[in-house]
T-cell receptor
Framework: NAGVMQNPRHLVRRRGQEARLRCSPM?????VYWYRQLPEEGLKFMVY????????ESGMPKERFSAEFPKEGPSILRIQQVVRGDSAAYFC????????????????FGPGTRLTVL | AQTVTQSQPEMSVQEAETVTLSCTYD???????LFWYKQPPSRQMILVIR??????QNATENRFSVNFQKAAKSFSLKISDSQLGDAAMYFC??????????????FGQGTRLTINP
């Protein structure tokens, strides 16, 4: 079973450009989470999605950031008009559906996308 | 809101020795889940161990074990027979019940563990 896939692994953007980060969850997982890790800090929750639905976006900045998880295809985290403060590692995690199943409460992380804004 | 605190920014231990990493958390919930994740230099987040709050028995995974003190809201990680490959950042994380909006993990600030040969 392939793990959580994220691409690209490294992304360089100039200020004002758009960044698109992709996440393919593990097979059989329909819950996706995005986290951001600033240098020398822990991970901070951004958004939680299920297929075609945003469930919790309490950690998303109000402007320039959006996320989607379409019926087909990967989840996308989109950052418009990037600024230097957006430079960070962005992690995607996924978990399976179900209730009280083994592993259901565990989020499995992808390798992350390191965004650098010049 | 739940918070997770790791009071040790850095720890070091001699190879083959035992080390304990501290974690405390704050919550008003009675049922929840606690995790330790490892982040090596590759930056991949790797699950080390998981504890369900309703279980009194401390979780164990090979050389890794936890000391879960629910009343004290403490969740420390013990690594026995430390190996060079254990060197990494270690993050403690909290997750509430599986209800709408409670799926997110709340992470501590991390503890950087160095293994001395």
């Amino acid at each position: 079973n392939a793990g959580v896939m994220q691409n690209p692994r490294h992304l360089v953007r100039r200020r004002g450009q758009e960044a698109r980060l992709r996440c393919s969850p593990m097979k059989g997982h329909s819950h996706v989470y995005w986290y951001r890790q600033l240098p020398e800090e822990g991970l901070k929750f951004m958004v939680y999605l299920q297929k075609e639905n945003i469930i919790d976006e309490s950690g998303m900045p109000k402007e320039r950031f959006s996320a989607e998880f379409p019926k087909e295809g990967p989840s996308i985290l989109r950052i418009q008009q990037v600024v230097r403060g957006d430079s960070a590692a962005y992690f995607c995690a996924s978990s399976p559906t179900g209730f009280r199943l083994a592993g259901v409460y565990t989020q499995y992380f992808g390798p992350g996308t390191r965004l650098t804004v010049l | 809101a739940q918070t997770v605190t790791q009071s040790q920014p850095e720890m070091s231990v001699q190879e083959a020795e035992t080390v304990t990493l501290s974690c405390t958390y704050d919550t008003s919930e009675s049922d929840y889940y606690l995790f330790w994740y490892k982040q090596p230099p590759s930056r991949q987040m790797i699950l080390v161990i998981r504890q369900e709050a309703y279980k009194q028995q401390n979780a164990t995974e090979n050389r890794f074990s936890v000391n879960f003190q629910k009343a004290a809201k403490s969740f420390s990680l013990k690594i026995s027979d430390s190996q060079l490959g254990d060197a990494a950042m270690y993050f403690c994380a909290y997750r509430g019940l599986i209800i709408q909006g409670a799926q997110k993990l709340v992470f501590g600030q991390g503890t950087r563990l160095t293994i001395n040969p």
